[in-house]
Each structure stands twice: as structure tokens, then as C-alpha cells.
């Protein structure tokens, strides 16, 4: 990874965590959603990045979330399923099908349709596994996939006005 990517990533690491921090744990929104949207920044690690670094990626990117929020363990855990399925689905959804390479991933750099697939999953599995954590209780199981789709498609909203907003559409990221 080059210089400036590195930078790059970690300006969007220290922006998405203090705009989760300061903002978005703070919203709250008819006690089923919950916007996540440091998740972003898993989801636009360059694609070169290898298996085991994207999991402690992921791992501390869930860690740095729960110890300001004191819910030890919700977000490493799904933050890290995110880091394990990540490289698949990317593989799948993104890269298998074009043939130009692709250095970090987002909606202006490659096909909108892909990328939007792709965010969509990793939101929603991750919510699954943060709201199966936090409820804890198979009798709340469609409490669980409502949350979880809401909080999907917020996120999946708002990760759309924040790469409108702060991704280049000319330049690939």
C-alpha cells in the first residue's frame, strides 16, 4: 500500500470513528436503529489487504467503538465476522466480475449497483450478529431482522451522502 493510501485510510479511520463517536452513538432513532457508519471504513479497505491484517483491523475497529461506548465485545465481534467475510464477498460481488483492478472500493470506483450489494451485506450481517448479541433472545428473533434492516438501510444511506460528500468521483480511491 502506498503512502498516500495509508494516509488515506487513516484520516477515513480517525473521521467515521470521531463521527461514531461524537454523533452516531448519540442518535437515536424509535429504539431500532442504530447507525454505524465506521463500518464504511471496512468496507473501502484496499483490496490488496491480506486476510489476517483486515481481521485485526476489524478487531481493533470494533474495539475502539465498544470501549467508548462501555458494550464491551458487541462490536468486536461482529466488526471481526465482517473482517473474516469481507475478502469473500468482495471477491464475489466486486472483483470476480470486472476485469479492471479495483484498488479500494467504493460507489464511484466500481459499478454503483456492486458496491451498493456488497456494503448492503456486510451492514446487515453485521447488524444480525450486533443485534443477536445485544437482545440475546431467540423470542426476539423478528425484533432482531427488523433492527437489523433498518439499521442496514440507515447506514447503507448514510454511508451514500458521505462518499458523495468526501470520495473524489474522478480519481479511483
Known sequence: MNSNLLIKNIGRFLLLVLLQILVFNNVYLGGY???CLYLLFLAMLPTNTGKIPILIIAFFTGLSIDITTGMLGFHTA???????????????????????????PSFFSCPYQQFALYLFFLLFIFYIIYYTLLIFDLHSLPTILFSSLLSSVV???????????????????
Do not use: H
Open 33 to 35: 436503529i442504530t447507525p
Open 78 to 104: 461482529a466488526c471481526t465476522a465482517i473482517g473474516f467475510l469481507r475478502p469473500i464477498w468482495l471477491d464475489k460481488i466486486i472483483l470476480g466480475d470486472n476485469e479492471e483492478t479495483i484498488e479500494q
Open 155 to 173: 447506514t447503507w444511506l448514510l454511508a451514500v451522502l458521505y462518499q458523495s460528500l468526501f470520495t473524489r468521483k474522478n480519481t479511483k480511491q
